[in-house]
């Protein structure tokens, strides 16, 4: 990110405050400064996830601005802060471009999702696009989503409990896991790290209500529709 100059903004959203959430303490100074400029209110920042879900609890900010690698799980902080604050807008500002990280990003309820790369004249922008309801995303990111509506958006299974609706991510995780491959069979066949193929089967087994990875097999073969 590098600073720009200032630029004017609808009066109505001159001053909407800002929950600033990343690990790194130099991007976190540039972005308060850009932003500042720019009229936006930081009102707290936030080095790791439980930090983040505390201070948008407590203050219920216009805009959370996120990294989703922050420490203790930066994906589940935006599901956790879209519920303690729904009126909060939540955009992630991260190195990831990872495919997976973006959709789960949207499906957690993040309203934007930005790359690092952007300049501060951007980010504001983009955040004032954001309060004013038009969902700011990295130009860069838009094949990643294009591939995964074609691939189908969601995945239901209509369970005893009731319809469980997994992304398409989460869908491969648990055919995989079905056809019996291990964590780091999926991991390569996926062309990610095993760390995040056992975040999905974590996020798969509180989905589906299962105990263990056996028994998510069997809700699958049981209830999944190809």
């Not at 969902?135 to 189908?152: F, K, M, N």
Request: glycine share 10%; net charge neutral; proline share 6%.
């Amino acid at each position: 990110m590098h600073a720009g100059t200032p630029t004017g903004g609808n009066a109505e959203f001159d001053h909407p405050s800002v929950l600033v959430a990343d690990n790194d303490t130099q991007h976190r100074r540039a972005v308060r400064e850009a932003l500042e400029r720019h009229g936006f209110i930081i009102v707290a920042e936030a080095a790791d996830a439980a930090a983040a879900i505390g201070a948008a609890t407590r203050l219920q900010p216009n805009i959370c601005l996120i990294e989703i690698e922050l420490p203790v799980d930066g994906l589940n902080a935006v599901g956790r802060i879209a519920k303690a604050s729904p009126s909060t807008l939540i955009v992630v500002l991260s190195r990831s471009d990872r495919p997976e990280d973006v959709v789960s990003a949207f499906t957690r309820g993040a309203s934007g999702y930005l790359l690092k790369e952007i300049s501060g004249d951007q980010l504001a922008a983009s955040l004032r696009g954001a309060y004013a309801g038009e969902p700011p995303l990295s130009r860069a990111l838009v094949p990643y989503l294009v591939d995964e509506i074609r691939r189908g958006a969601m995945r239901r299974l209509t369970l005893p409990g009731g319809p469980v609706t997994l992304t398409p991510r989460e869908w491969e995780v648990g055919e995989l896991l079905r056809d019996g491959y291990s964590t780091a069979e999926i991991a390569d066949r996926l062309g990610v790290s095993p760390v995040t193929v056992r975040r999905h089967v974590g996020l798969l087994l509180n989905k589906l209500g299962a105990e263990d990875r056996d028994a998510a097999v069997e809700l699958i073969r049981a209830y999944g529709r190809r």
